[in-house]
């Protein structure tokens, strides 16, 4: 089936209404309070990001026929699973108070309540995952081994003898780029692909991970309003270190005095304006670009050897969208 890029996007949209289906069905209780805070962040809404790579992966199986569909459909159901399920724990490790616009599930049911719900999707994302053979039950895990990694490497922080930069790309390959080269592997698994097709898209999506989540964490500087997401600074006003002040405080410039004093613990509220001012202007804003574009361009590299078809295109346009969201 040769479709255009227009059929093939209506081809992935459709795809992507089953999986949301599936999403309210599978985390259905018999105990209400159980349904409603698992629907919670479900309902809330969110990009979709990571089934939606599951599915336009699995479509480089149309042009030879060889898609199991309805493994495609379990795989994106499990994976954005996996990823409500790790917002429902960061929330309550980060304390925060709004996530995708609403307050938080710990804030709505408790810490407990969000937690256990957390493990309650790990769960049902495991009962979905365990009908789709060994190989994918092993990925899954090891995926899920490195979530928990970089998500405890976050919370302690880079040892003595480790670089902060290291630390944080380390982080990020873990927390972020784990879980989306394992969408892009599993709807390679499931559309016939060579076994060397398979480790190429895998590192794609590796490389796309690393771009997306530098870009995300550029707009928290650089974006405003609607186009970033998140109000701005958030990562600031919690001393979180991204790649930006990361660069700054590794070049340690007499000129950026000030602003490495407003960076040297989590920035006051009024100080806000001020550091982004001052982070918007600064040489690193670039620096960290130019590295979203590295990794764009990597992963557009694995997909060298894919036919010029409309999949293939929709795997690529995902890269410059990465590199766009940055600027």
Not at 84 to 93: I, K, P, R, T
Request: net charge negative.
């Amino acid at each position: 089936m040769d479709l255009t890029d227009e059929e093939f996007a209506q081809w992935v949209f459709d795809r992507g209404d089953r999986v949301e289906a599936r999403l309210h069905d599978a985390v259905q209780s018999p105990y209400c309070l159980v349904t409603e805070a698992s629907h919670y962040l479900i309902d809330a809404g969110g990009k979709r990001f990571r089934p939606s790579l599951v599915i336009a992966a699995g479509g480089l199986g149309l042009a030879s026929g060889q898609i199991w569909e309805e493994a495609l459909l379990s795989a994106a159901t499990v994976v954005e699973l996996t990823h409500v399920a790790s917002l429902y724990h960061d929330d309550v490790m980060d304390e925060a108070e709004l996530r995708r616009g609403i307050p938080t599930a710990q804030k709505q049911y408790g810490n407990s309540v969000a937690i256990m719900i957390g493990d309650y999707m790990l769960a049902k994302s495991s009962l979905i995952g365990s009908g789709l053979g060994a190989d994918f039950v092993a990925w899954q895990a090891q995926t899920l081994a490195r979530l928990v990694q970089g998500q405890v490497a976050e919370l302690r922080g880079p040892a003595p003898d480790v670089d902060p930069l290291d630390h944080y790309l380390q982080v990020v390959s873990d927390k972020t780029a784990a879980l989306i080269a394992a969408s892009v592997r599993y709807g390679a698994m499931f559309s016939g692909q060579s076994a060397d097709q398979i480790e190429a898209l895998t590192a794609y999506g590796e490389q796309l991970g690393m771009a997306f989540q530098v870009a995300d964490d550029l707009l928290d500087i650089v974006g405003v309003g609607e186009e970033s997401g998140k109000q701005p600074g958030t990562d600031l006003r919690e001393g979180v270190a991204t790649l930006v002040p990361l660069l700054i405080k590794r070049a340690n410039r007499p000129e950026d005095a000030r602003l490495l004093d407003l960076l040297s613990a989590p920035v006051a509220e009024p100080d806000i304006p001020e550091a982004l001012s001052l982070l918007r202007v600064h040489p690193a804003v670039d620096e960290a670009r130019t590295q979203v574009r590295h990794w764009a361009d990597q992963a557009e590299s694995h997909l060298a050897g894919f036919p010029d078809t409309a999949p293939t295109r929709a795997l690529k346009i995902l890269c410059e969208q990465a590199v766009v969201r940055s600027r």
